[in-house]
């Protein structure tokens, strides 16, 4: 869990410093922001349930979810673009950051908890 919420919170800093410094950028940011944060906490989550519950679990878990999140991110962003209509750049740029920073936390989490 302080995993999960150490994700929220540097999330929700980092966009919080990007929305006072970019102003007319913040609602893409946010929208760039909380789906990626979103799918990495619930990944988290479930990883770390299924390791405690049956460690042989973790890895079909994990592919199973990928291909979860390729489906929604795929639509997120294309009703994000196309229907909610968000400035593409910053949401783009937000976006892509968040999801690689959240996917790199999540990684090096998966690591740690596989060592123990």
Known sequence: MTVARGMVLAALISWLAVAMLAREARVATFFGM???LAVAVVSWL???????????S??????????????????YVAVM?????VA??????SFAG???ALLLIEAL???RLFAS
Do not use: C, N, Q
């Open 34 to 36: 909380i789906a990626p």
């Open 46 to 56: 479930l990883a770390e349930r299924a390791w405690h519950r049956d460690r042989a």
């Open 58 to 75: 973790v890895m079909p878990l994990m592919m199973t979810a990928f291909g979860a999140k390729m489906l929604f991110f795929g639509a």
């Open 81 to 85: 673009v196309k229907g909610v209509a």
């Open 88 to 93: 593409p750049v910053p949401f783009a740029a």
């Open 98 to 100: 968040y999801f690689i």
């Open 109 to 111: 989490s998966l690591k």
